[in-house]
């Protein structure tokens, strides 16, 4: 996937989850998207390579890390909780869909249960 696409499928994937917000906290070269005004996911370029940054599981992190060599730890984020995805031949849709997921059910499963269950009503 190149960076463009990148960009581009992370906003449309991102967009998608419910009760999620854009905005550009950061300026506008910082694309930030929030669930219940937390950060799940932010997108930009550094160093001429286009990034989407993300929550992970430390454990799902370094896993992602040792089998893709696009997934790095967080660019300027904690390194344990955080993974930046970089464009590169190993990365598809549907992992970056996976990635964008559980960074936004980490968000979620971080909040009050009665937060959660507004976000998520059908969820047990």
Sequence with gaps: MDGKTLHASAHRIALELPFTEHCWPFGP???VFKVA???FMMTTTAHGRPMVTMKAEPQKSLLNQQIYRSIEP???????????????????????????????????????RKDQKRLRPLKG
């Design 29 to 31: 070269e910082h694309d």
């Design 37 to 39: 005004g937390k950060i």
């Design 74 to 112: 967080g660019y300027h984020m904690n390194k344990k909780h955080w993974i930046s995805v970089f464009a590169g031949d190993d990365i598809d849709e549907s992992l970056l869909a996976s990635l964008i997921q559980d960074s936004w059910d980490c968000v979620v499963d971080g909040l009050s």
